[in-house]
């Protein structure tokens, strides 16, 4: 069977590189030896814990169509009737290899990336033992990177999905998968880093690790020393399509709670909260005059929202979901999309410099999900007036008008619209264009604004 070199996609924060999603299996590369491990004629091994690991991951081949690409000329009709050619291109068999590991021995469960199963006609699952089996795609989530396939099959070997909350940067760790369809391959190193983002997954918290990684490996299991299953290897970082010592896997603890609802729907039905939402930054918390540099500012609620029935109001600050700090907007965008839809969640929020305790009930996706807040140098391009006796709103609340926002301004590039209400800078409040101007004078960096627009109250942070 031949292997198919993985999807590329872009690093944001590495241009020049490429990040590849592992259609094929994992290695692991020896960094140091931890000092309790056992030892074979004296000579530290990794031995006895593989005999224990590796047959619980297995290949995973695929069979499918693609579309050859598409010639231009294919799009003239003179040219398609004279050479009597068809409309679309011919489809041309695909085959790849990548991984994955069996997490249920009793059900056949056997877990893998999305991306290696993506579009297949057939699946089919290889055990270390050789034994192969066709199996059964469960489901599926592009949004986590995550698959669950079922064999029929007796006698398997598992591995239990390990607390990947537990992993600290320095923890050695084993890959074990299929690069480039040699078979079982094992590497070992560290972990490098956690809560890695930017592959354009959706839902992003990865593993980071040097463990030897390459194309196949997707699917394949990431463990620890002591034999627990931490991660879900997915990524590579690869200029020339090769491992360079940075790999990514998806946490356990990510691919649990969607295993539970891939058996349960066959899918999985992702909840939000329906906030918009921009990361703390120190900045941004000085201006605010927060006590803390981490967590999701509130820019606005969306009506008839989960965070509208539960009292979240823009300006509010989202410090911890059930007991757990919120770090950065995509932290609390993590959570609750890894939460179901009817599910309860305790959020811990800084309201006007106080702390607060919210219990929200998750919702059902709208138009409206969870996004980051916009960044812009400056703001010009609008102008402002006190609000006038004619305009409905005169006399119930205190703001300045924007009378007019520039197309292409910084200030239309901030999120200010025509007939916004400024009703704070900075958490202070503005009553005419002369408090504006004067507040303004005072705010050396960034410039939050407290906004009436319509019916909603939202948050619009300047840096």
Known sequence: MSTQTSQRISLTAIRAWSVILLAMTSTVVIAQWPAELPTSGGRPTLSPLLKKVTPAVV?????GATSRRNNPLYNDPFFRRFFNVPEQAPSRPRQSVGSGVIINADEGYVLTNHHVINNADEITVTLSDGREFTAELIGSDEGTDVALLQVDADNLNELKLGDSDSVEVGDFVVAIGNPFGLGQTVTSGIVSALGRSGLNIDYEDFIQTDASINPGNSGGALIDFDGNLIGINTAIIAPSGGNVGIGFAIPAKIAKGIVSQLVEF??????????MITTVTP???????LDVENGALINQVVEESAAEAAGLQAGDVVIAVDGTPIDTAADLRNRIGM??????????????????????????????TLAGGTKIEKLKGAEFTNIPPEHPQ????????????ESGSPAARSGLRQNDIVQAVNNRNVRSV???????????????????????TIVIAIQ
């Open 434 to 456: 002369d408090d504006l101007a004067s507040v303004l004078e005072n705010v050396s960096s960034t410039v939050v604004l407290k906004i009436r627009r319509g019916s909603s």
């Open 283 to 289: 900045a941004l918390a000085e201006a605010l005059d």
């Open 339 to 368: 939460k179901r839809v009817g599910d309860d969640v305790d959020l811990k929020i800084i309201r006007d410099g106080k702390n607060k305790s919210i219990n929200a009930k998750v919702g059902e996706p709208g138009a409206t």
């Open 394 to 405: 005169q006399g119930q609340i205190d703001g300045v008008l924007v009378t007019t926002v």
């Open 266 to 275: 066959g899918g999985v039905k992702r909840g939000v909260l329906g906030v």
């Open 59 to 63: 290949n995973v081949g695929v069979k």
